[in-house]
C-alpha cells in the first residue's frame, strides 16, 4: 500500500470553489469554474456502440479502484476521488 493511507494519516481535505461549488485538491486551483456537465449530453446522437464502449471502460477502471466520473465540456474525466490526482480522460 502507498499513500497516505501506508503512513497511517489521511488526504487533506478538499477546497470547493466558492463560485461553481467544484471540489480541488490544491487551494485556489486554477480551472474554467464552470458547472459539470450532462453524461448524456456527451452520448446523444452516438451510436450505441459508443456509450457501450464508455461503460465497459469505466468499469474496468472502476475494477481498479473507486473513481469519480466528471462530465465536462469537453471530456468525461475519471477523478480517483481519494487524492485527486490529475484527471485521465475516458472519453
Known sequence: MTGPEARGSRPAPLWTCPACRRTFAS????????PLGDLERHFA??????RQTF???LEAVRAIGP???L???TRI???DPCYRTAPGALA
Not at 487551494?27 to 464552470?34: E, F, T, V, W, Y
Not at 446522437?45 to 459508443?50: D, F, N, T
Open 45 to 50: 446522437g452516438a451510436s450505441p456502440l459508443v
Open 27 to 34: 487551494r485556489r486551483q486554477s480551472h474554467a469554474c464552470a
Open 77 to 79: 474525466a475519471a477523478i
Open 55 to 57: 461503460d465497459r471502460v
Open 71 to 73: 462530465p465536462q465540456k
Open 67 to 69: 473513481v469519480s466520473v
